[in-house]
């Protein structure tokens, strides 16, 4: 995470919000259940989680799009929604900008229009500041040349970029953007998550950003809040989420691990514990501190944590293997191996392949065995 | 860093006071129920209510005209209808032309339908236009056009067959067909019943799977087995809805039987309904209202029959959109299937129209064309001549366009308002102002003089109660246009303006107008051809003092010269034309965009 220097302004702030949905059988489900946190200035916000865990309607209820049934939100410090106070500011009242998922391009309007429909409703700019701007911030998204197409007309990602330029042209300080990049093939994909992140961190707009995929949450964010079913679970800048994973659900939605039952014989007050599994008896470092000696537990490591070696290694944290199979993937192999009835993954990067069926030593680190509630 | 399950990290209380005034309008809030609801939608919500009381109060007045009669609980109409000496006869008469017309309606337009979606042997516009034909050339114009070609003397066509059958020595002093006949009822009926099968079968063809014909045929049943067993019966809901479309067109059809069958002595109810309305005096009102009660139930057997099949017809496949049927090749059945849907496009179109245009050039109804002396002047004359002509013309524009705006214009916003909200009194409005598209045309006609002719509204013999009349009968289809036309409207597109700080109104402008427009002018168009050739509810509302062309029609057919009626249908015809071809024009360059997008 960036460093937070000094206090920062707080551009959102979000309490115990709960949105109900009435089903069609007539069962209510709730869609974001009791959810909280506070977004400051130029912060990139990432929600992750699964289809259907409340992501979007989080997302939409902070743009005003839906109407929380219980608790506030305040931009920029604006009351905007008190469900028990009856607030609710419309949508068009919050100078936001928001990309939505389908791009909801006018399909009557040109790029040019499009994009200075947010300046024409403000009613405060002449004609001269709008071209200007719409042209500033058109050649920032990188397609100066296309005010005078249809939307019709243009390919997904640069239908994406003139939403981009419709979201940031008012000069907004939050932006909301709702799975922007899943419609636009791989590698624009990647070109235009690098581009929007130097955008942001040049304009330095606050942003919401909702996905489920895991890459492009880490590449964007400052911070991550993982969701399921309706709550959120966790919420750290990438790497806290990716090392210091809460909960399996976390730790296996971000990222690959491998999991090792087993239950913990004894706590250390530095916060490691020593667990004892049927592949040996393994030193962690404990996730929650109300872990106790005897609970059931999971011990859970990354493929690329684990260090493999022919000989013998010295330290404890170890336990040996046979390499089942091997598959290039570029960058680098993954392993698939066994002991006893436990198969893991091991990613190395080096190009010196293990054999297959050569038996290995793996270690790993303490400090990258989490120790996990089952 | 870790902060568990979004515990807020102050909580922050506010005292009521300090609490901002809610607002989402800038001309301030309304309150409906407990919501709050912009100005935008509480007009949307106000003519919605409006334009339901419209369509409920007339249908209301008719089913409680019924059962009360001067205050009193009694069955006195159903009474004086059945006391009418031709009761059954009249009964008779109206089931046999519509369910003989229907039943050769639906063989011919499924027919039509198949050679057109699922053979070679379509033919590009002119098999694609086909259902557009009642709707350019009204059945009034058609019914008069057959007439002059088909009465026994006077017929062109009888004349032009008598000369060819002279030539090979039979010589005949009339016929050899007759249009006044049992047949000839029929065969007009036909006409305007085929395309309403031809468009729902071809809508039933083109959302079933072609995959369920070609796996037919893959089992190696033959073409014919096919389309029986397989294609068809793939397709019994849309035939079902075509037939619920007959009956309810069939039973109120006035222009056709009034014309046809007054000349052949076959009553059936519709004109008898009108009779006793408009042509006797005193009207008998409660007479009238218990035949009305007659139409109404045969249509509502019709909906309940309908209902049974639609539910036992859910096991029909509807397969994803684009799956492109491979045509039927035809072979040397292809030009024969092309001669029938072309035969169909003569019979029901081309020549009424030149039996129309040759009697009003001619200025008078003859076998014995002179085409040298064909001109304008006798249609001048019966036209532009006739001042009560010109005021019929005068008032039925004026009428349609009003009642068109007005309609569209209230089915949109209430498109729109039903979108965006799903409250009870929302979906009761709408559910209110489709009411009358159930009802036969005549009844709510009969609804309207029942609830406004007399004391409070004292509406009886002016152009407001035909143009709320004319509204209220073509307001569902008007709201069915908008409802698909607001549905392609993706709810994102509203969303998007909001974000980028338009208004309700700005939102309506500026997004949701320029992409209904097409589909909003396209129902508008539909709304005015109708109003215009409107025959029905004008014979029961209109008079001397708010002469339409459906009025004057008749009276001409009454007592002027076939010339003269030939003129008036001419011009109806023209005028629909025109204004339904330059609406949809504009309307499709309005949306240009469109055809820009298509890559
Ligand atoms: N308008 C609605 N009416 C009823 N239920 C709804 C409505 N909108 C969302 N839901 C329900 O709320 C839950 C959360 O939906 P949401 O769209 O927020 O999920 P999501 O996390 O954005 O999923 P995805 O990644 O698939 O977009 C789902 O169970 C969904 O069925
Ligand atoms: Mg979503």
Redesign the interface.
Known sequence: ?DSVAAPRRVVVS???IVKRFQRAGGSVTNAVD?????LLAGEFLVLLGPSGCGKTTLLRTI???ERPDGG?IEIDG??CD?S??????????R????I???Y?????MTVFDNVA??LR??RKHNKRDIADRVERVLTMVGIPELTKQ????MSGGQQQRVALA??LV?GSDLVLFDEPLSNVDARVREQLRFELATMQRDLGFAAVYVTHDQSEAMGLAHRIAVMESG???????PR?IYD?A?SRYVANFVGTSNEIRGRVQSVEPDGTASVTTVIGTFVGTLSKPDIAAGDEVILVWRPEDGEPSIEEPASSNRFRAVVEAALFLGSHTEYSIRVGESRFRLWRASRRQLSTDAEIWVTVDAASMRILRP | MQRSKGTPLTRVAFPRRMVPLPASGRLGTFVIGRRRVSPFTAVGVALGVLAAFLAVYPIARVIVGLFVTDGRLSVAPLRDAYSIPDFWQLIGNTVAVVVASSALALVMGSVLAWLNERTDARLGIVTDSLPMIPFLLPPIAGAVGWVLLLSPRAGLMNGVIRAALDKVGVSLNEGPFNIFTWYGLIFVYLLYQVPYVFLMVSAGLRASDPSLDEQSRVCGASSWRTLWRVTFPATRQSLGAAVLLMMWQGFSLFSVPVIIGTGARIDVLSVRIVNLLSFSFPPRTGAAVGLSFVVVLFVGVTWLLQLRLLRSGRHATIGGKGQRAVRLELGRWKWPARALVLGYGAVAVVLPIVALVVVALNGYWTTNINWGRLSFTAFRESVFGDRLTLTSIKNSVSISVLGATIGMAVAAMVSLVVMRRRGRLVQAMDGAIKLPSVFPHLVIAVGFILAFAGAPFKLGGTTVILLLAYISIYLPQGSVAADSAVAQVGRELSEASHVSGAGGGRTFARVFLPLIVPGVVAGWAFLFAHMAGDLTASAVLAGTTNMVVGFRILQVFDNGSYAQLASLALVLTAITVVVVTLALVLAQRRGRWRQRTTR
């Open positions: 995470m979000v309490r115990d009791n959810v909280g946190f506070d743009a005003g799009l506030t604006r009351l008190s028990e106070n009856g607030v609710h500011v419309p949508t068009e009242r100078r936001l900008g928001m939505f998922q389908s909801a391009l006018w399909p009557h429909y947010p409703s403000q249809y939307p019709g007309q419709r979201a008012a709550k959120i679970v966790q919420i750290g800048s806290e210091e809460a």
